[in-house]
């Protein structure tokens, strides 16, 4: 199995082109694969796959082998991947995920794809099923009780399941102590991703993400965009904000005009390879 190593802000994952379909759910595969000490080391393993809806379809497995529905660093870079080693023209790109089909438009210097920008749909209140700007009006946080500890949360779907939370320092937050127990805690039965924000500026928040099936990482692209939506429903920030991951700055604007959320940051190759472990029939 040929691959590409790829990353957007440090979250990194073990890119597939593939041609046919994925007839069976890869997970051991994605599981040997994302291995840091026994397999090539990554967040996820991403397929790039074809699609009949859209120039290409992705589907992302987390390091410990489950499916999610979507990954915005993930998008960003098999959108690079597609114009720098498929299509070369394309610079606006349709992507079919689990979450739906999604719009990237690319920034090329040269031939080489910089920024990326991918609309990331409507955000969705977990549970409700319904847009959220319906329930703007509506109390948004919620309390949850962890062993002990009070924390308030705001659980905002965009297409994959985050629990927001907001603490004062984000930077000496114990995310590996409280992470695992809130992704797993019984009131979210398909498991979340948590992220916990520290609000700069009316303009600038700090995060940091403990991610559904990878645990701590260095960047959440889907996570920043659920972060922004619960700091604009909870009236810490405004509709455009930047980011600040562990990996770097993702820019996320929730607009106005079509309840829409549109993150725009980087995507990178690393190094090319050839996966000759167990399931080498890919
Ligand atoms: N890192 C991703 C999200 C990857 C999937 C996530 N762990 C899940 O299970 O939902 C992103 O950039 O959005």
Redesign the pocket.
Known sequence: MKFTKMH?LG?DFVVVYQKDPLNESPRDLARAVCDRHRGVGA??LVFILPSERADLRMR?F?ADG?E????????RCVAKYYYECVSGVKKELTVETGAGIQRVWLDVAGNRVDQVKVDMGVPVLQGEQIPVTIRKDRVVEEPLEVDGRHFAFTAIS?G???VVIFVDDVVSFPVEAWGPKIETHPYFPN???VEFITVRSNRELDMR?W????GQ?M???????ASVVASVLTGRTGRHVIVHLWGGDLEIEWSEQDDHVYMTGPAEVVFEGKWLGSDASF
């Open positions: 957007g979250n967040d996820g992302i987390n489950t999610a529905e979507q990954c915005g660093n993930a998008v965009m994959n399941p985050h498991k979340t991703n993400v991610e559904r099936g990878a990482t960047a959440c692209g889907s996570g920043a965009c």
